[in-house]
Antibody, heavy 121, light 107 residues
């Protein structure tokens, strides 16, 4: 059974850093791709970043490039999102999700329950 | 970036009604279009992928169609548990983008 669980969300001051973790089970990260999607309070969904386990290729939305880094520890089956230089507009519930296939076209077939990041002084 | 526009933004319909939600892309996304359902306080749930493929376990009253720039999600007989917000998403080009959502309420 596929399970995804995020952790690491917290209240952080503007300019601060936070590392989110996404623990996966029921499948192997090295053969999969994972993504982070966020949802600001009362707002819609926004794709943030993705990583392909086999190649290590990473992708980011423009607003987080240079500030966020996605990585994976395939031995632990965990994906991380290192978030630096946080801004108020990064406040959101961050979901980790699994790609249905590493081949295009892509879709996200399993999602965690999310971890809340609040950026405020 | 590819802009995804859903219509309507919200709708209210009765149990048993046929409901159609449209999603228009600012440029062709071929068939790289997915639909998700999100209930309050819950994570999104994949309904339809690659425009028209029904995800395993999703009731057959849901269906998707379209290609290129125009897509639809249809619920043939609305049920009380379908009350939710529905999002389309294109994955043809980075950055992936979502529509703004369509909130479906039951009368």
């Amino acid at each position: 059974e596929v399970q995804i669980m995020e952790s690491g969300g917290d209240l952080v001051q503007p300019g601060g850093s936070l590392r989110l973790s996404c623990a996966a089970s029921g499948f192997t990260l090295s053969n999969s791709a994972m993504g982070w999607v966020r949802q600001a309070p009362g707002k819609g969904l926004e794709w943030v970043s993705s990583i392909f386990g086999s190649s290590g290729s990473t992708y980011y939305t423009d607003s987080v490039k240079g500030r966020f880094t996605i990585s994976s520890d395939n031995s632990k089956n965990v994906v991380y999102l290192q978030m630096n230089s946080l801004r108020a507009e990064d406040t959101a519930l961050y979901y980790c999700a699994k790609y249905g296939s590493i081949m295009s076209p892509h879709y996200l077939d399993y999602w965690g329950q999310g971890t809340l990041v609040t950026v405020s002084s | 970036d590819i802009q995804m526009t859903q219509s309507p933004s919200s709708l209210s319909a009765s149990v048993g009604d046929r409901v159609t939600i449209t999603c228009r892309a600012s440029q062709s996304v071929r068939n790289s279009l997915n639909w998700y359902q999100q209930k309050p306080g819950k994570a999104p749930n994949l309904l339809v992928y690659v425009a028209s493929r029904l995800q395993s376990g999703v009731p057959s009253r849901f269906s998707g169609s379209g290609s290129g720039t125009d897509f639809t999600l249809t619920i043939t007989s609305l049920q009380p548990e379908d009350s939710a917000t529905y999002y389309c998403q294109q994955t043809n080009a980075n950055p992936w983008t979502f529509g703004q959502g369509t909130k479906v309420e039951i009368k």
